[in-house]
């Protein structure tokens, strides 16, 4: 066993009465010891370097070194990899680039659609499409005007409630009738159809039918119609007038006496689909 050094303030001195020492009278003996007791610094280095060969052998042990192969195959799959993402980049890419190209065409769209310009143009269309339509209002009426000035409308006086009866009724269609404007060659007949009773009022219906005989065809094969319809208020006293309205086959528009121009153009335009009818259907 090794012997312990001098234990002094500096080492400089022998035993404990050293002017230098910091032990005092008995502690050199204890603190020498307790220093047998520690262990030798040699240990130490050897237990370290135990340890540092059993962790190297761990390591080797438990992370083996990669084979030839399995690099291989680790640089393939990374290069698939690369190229995958490198192509998914890619598609990525050129659908944005749609996308930025069809908000591009969009914004071009809306800018032509807002633009002044053609705003104006639709503008101008649509003053001058309503300035057509009531200039040609203006016309018809300027024209309907002069006739009425130089032909008036025609009409009868119709009889009272008082004094109405259905052949009376027939024999005033026919006077009112013969007011109108047409060819020699159209011929008439007027006949009474049906009295509709209803709740506050009599509807008696008239039939006036219409035919153009030529001397190739003396008896018509076609005829068109217009239906007369004469109201009788239940309530209404005996002196008022009787109320008349008349429609043509084929039309909608309800007509009044005094109210509206016979045209003979209805009557034609009748017959002539009448005729194209029949001419269709083989007997």
Known sequence: MEALPPIGGNGC????????????????????????????????????????????????????EPTMSERTKADSSGRRLTESQGAYSGLQMEKQKKMDETKHVKIQDMDVEKSPISQETE??????????ELAKNVVTTAVKTVEDAENPI?????????EFTAERGRKQIE???????????????TEF??????VHSYHY????????????IPIAQVSASAYFTIKITKNKPPDMPIEVSYIFEGLSLVHRPGQTRFREKWLRDTIEAKNILMESIPF
């Open 175 to 189: 006077e009112f009738v013969l007011t109108w404007e047409y060819q020699d060659c159209w011929v008439h007949c």
């Open 13 to 64: 001195c022998q035993g404990s009465a050293c002017k230098h020492s910091v032990w005092g009278p008995g502690e050199r003996e204890a603190a020498g010891s307790l220093l047998l007791g520690l262990p030798r610094p040699g240990l130490f280095q050897t237990r370290i370097r135990s340890l540092r060969n059993w962790a190297a052998f761990h390591s080797s042990h438990h992370n083996p």
């Open 123 to 132: 503008d101008n269309a649509n003053v001058n499409e309503l300035a057509l």
């Open 193 to 198: 159809i049906e009295r509709e009773d209803l």
């Open 205 to 216: 219906i008239y039939c006036v039918h219409w035919s153009n005989p030529t001397a190739n």
């Open 154 to 162: 025609k009409n009868i006086n119709w009889i009272t409630h008082g």
